[in-house]
């Protein structure tokens, strides 16, 4: 690896954070669709729920699959099984737009999409964990989420403008997996085996990993997850409420909600130089529960950017930082399971989103339901900068550079 020319490393670099944007389009780019989709099967029993579950439906098969990809990414033939996650991906991700007729395909659809995500979402995770180490690491990680939130602001406006043409119109875009699909099979190369599991002198074996970090690590997945789906499922319901809520608005706020993500997710290398992986997460969360109660107390565009863009800037450091904290403890030559671990968070919680949030919206109901939910969810969230407060300052400073909680 060590071999590669600059031009093939920076090409090999870029397709990676390409194909890592795959994973955002899985549900987010639904987003602007699903009023359009719920007006289209109304006479269906519960529409809503089943339109959502379009969404979350890949989050279940991507947390069951997830383990599953990590273990056999653990093995040689990465390369050969990102590709075929990502023409996987491509052919089950555009079924919606050709049987746009019947839910329940475009519902089996997504479920198949989800075990191409798994794979590739894992896939390109693993990879980075052997390309890079360090600091490039932690500056990678930083590329990777804002790739992500960038690709998810291009994706929703694109989605937001289809949308406002046919809601079956947004499944196009998951054909564009098949454009980034020869660079990958050119520039990524195969990881070199590592041999025998490093010890002490290397990396910690498997017996000394810091379970009660990987519990909090996975623990804080989940309910990162929970926070950014419950943004985009539920606020574009919200918005048809208060008079903003057209696809290409919803397209709007979303990918704006998403750019403050990425711009945030794009500074992190630096910050993890200056700051700790506590202080970056305790800041974090902070943010994000202030943000989602200004959420539920606003009602103008202008108002609720502003809202969105402070949980978006919460959400932009967290992520990153959240990856690199588990690879900061994580052997070398079980990354791939532990990564698929961490995948079945964040996508277990994807799922349930709404299975949790719609009982509040049924209980209050209408515009009450949603502002309830959005209150709810940023209390819990300033509850959870309250639970890390007193374990980060419990064992170590708050201004200490980067190292495992």
């Known amino acids: 690896m060590s071999n590669l020319s600059p031009i093939s490393s920076n090409a090999r670099k870029l397709h990676l954070l ?3 944007t795959m994973t955002v389009m899985a549900g987010a780019t639904l987003a602007p669709a699903l009023p359009g989709m719920q007006a289209a099967f109304a006479a269906l029993p519960q529409s809503e729920f089943w339109v959502k579950m379009t969404m979350s439906l890949p989050g279940l098969m991507i947390a069951l699959c997830a383990p599953f990809a990590g273990m056999l990414l653990d093995k040689p033939y990465k390369k050969v099984m990102l590709i075929s996650a990502m023409l996987l991906y491509a052919a089950t991700g555009v079924i919606g737009y050709l049987s746009p007729d019947s839910l329940w395909t475009i519902l089996a659809s997504r479920a198949a999409l ?11 995770t693993t990879l980075a964990g ?23 602001v291009v994706f929703l406006y694109s989605a937001g403008l289809l949308a406002d043409i046919e809601w079956h119109y947004v499944f196009t875009i998951y054909l564009l997996a098949l454009l ?3 660079g990958v099979l050119l520039f990524i190369n195969e990881p070199e085996k590592t041999g025998a599991p490093p010890t002490k002198q290397g990396i910690p074996a498997q017996s000394e990993l810091n379970k009660a970090s990987l519990v909090t690590c996975y623990v804080l997945a989940g309910c990162e997850i929970l926070v950014l789906y419950g943004i985009t499922l539920n606020l574009p319901f919200m918005l048809q409420f208060l008079a903003l809520g057209s696809p290409s608005e919803t397209g709007f706020m979303l990918s704006f909600f998403l750019l403050a993500m990425s711009l945030c997710s794009l500074g992190y290398g630096k910050l993890s130089a200056r700051f700790s992986i506590a202080a970056i997460h305790f800041t974090g969360w902070t943010m ?15 108002t609720l950017l502003a809202s969105l863009t402070l949980v978006g800037i919460g959400l932009g450091v967290i992520r990153p930082n959240l990856i690199f904290w588990l690879f900061s403890f994580t052997p070398l030559h079980l990354r791939g399971k532990m990564i698929g671990g961490i995948t079945t968070c964040f996508f277990l919680g994807q799922f349930i989103s709404p299975i949790l949030m719609e009982p509040v919206v049924q209980l209050y109901g209408e515009l009450s339901g949603y502002k309830a939910l959005f209150l709810i969810i940023g209390i819990l969230s300033l509850l959870t900068t309250g639970g890390l407060g007193l374990r980060y300052f419990a064992r170590q400073k708050f201004t200490a550079k980067a190292s495992t909680p």
Do not use: D, N, R, W
């Open 18 to 20: 390409l194909a890592s």
């Open 130 to 152: 052997h390309y890079f180490q360090g600091p490039k690491l932690a500056g990678y990680m930083g590329l990777q989420a804002a790739f992500g939130g960038f690709g998810g």
């Open 180 to 182: 980034i699909v020869p």
């Open 288 to 302: 994000i529960g202030l943000g989602l109660v200004a959420v539920s107390l606003f009602e103008t565009e202008a």
């Open 114 to 124: 989800g075990v191409a995500v798994a794979f590739i979402m894992v896939g390109c």
